[in-house]
C-alpha cells in the first residue's frame, strides 16, 4: 500500500505535523467518553509516519484512567490534532478532521465500541508499517 504525506494542524495553526497515510484512509470514530464528546475521528500510525513539524512548546496533556493514553491538545486554541493512544501507545492517532484535505482521496468512517473498550479493542488493526510512495 502506498503512503501520501498528510499535512494538519491544531485550529490556530500553533501546532502543525505532517502524517504518511494512504490517500484513501480508513478512520475509526470512537464512543468512548472523551472522543464523543471531542468528535475525534481516529487514523492510527506508528511512530515512524509522524513528524510534529511546529509548536511543540505548545502542546498540553490530559491522561485519565490508566494513564497511558497521552492526550494532546492545543494550550492555545484547545484543538486535540493528535495523541498517543490506549491502544496502540508504540503509535500515535491523528485526528483526521485536522487534516488538510487535498490529500485525501476519499475517506470511510469505521464506528469501534470505545464506550466498552476491554471488550472491542482487539478488534483495531494493528500498526502497519508501509511505504511512502516513491521510498524504495
Request: aromatic share 8%; glycine share 6%.
Amino acid at each position: 500500500m502506498s503512503l501520501v504525506t498528510h499535512r494538519g494542524s491544531c485550529h490556530c495553526g500553533a501546532v502543525r505535523f505532517e502524517a504518511d497515510a494512504p490517500a484513501d484512509l480508513e478512520v475509526h470514530e470512537c464512543n468512548c467518553s472523551i472522543c464523543h464528546r471531542v468528535g475525534y475521528l481516529h487514523l492510527t500510525l506508528s511512530r515512524s509516519h509522524f513528524r510534529l513539524l511546529s509548536g511543540r512548546e505548545h502542546p498540553t496533556t490530559y491522561t485519565f484512567d490508566t494513564g497511558v493514553a497521552q492526550h494532546t491538545f492545543c494550550s492555545i486554541c484547545g484543538v486535540k490534532p493528535f495523541y498517543v493512544p490506549r491502544s496502540h501507545p508504540d503509535g500515535y492517532s491523528v485526528n483526521a478532521r485536522c487534516l488538510e484535505t487535498d490529500t485525501i482521496r476519499s475517506q470511510r468512517i469505521i464506528p469501534f465500541d470505545g464506550a466498552n473498550w476491554e471488550e472491542h479493542v482487539r478488534e483495531l488493526p494493528p500498526l502497519a508499517e508501509t511505504r511512502r510512495r516513491g521510498d524504495p
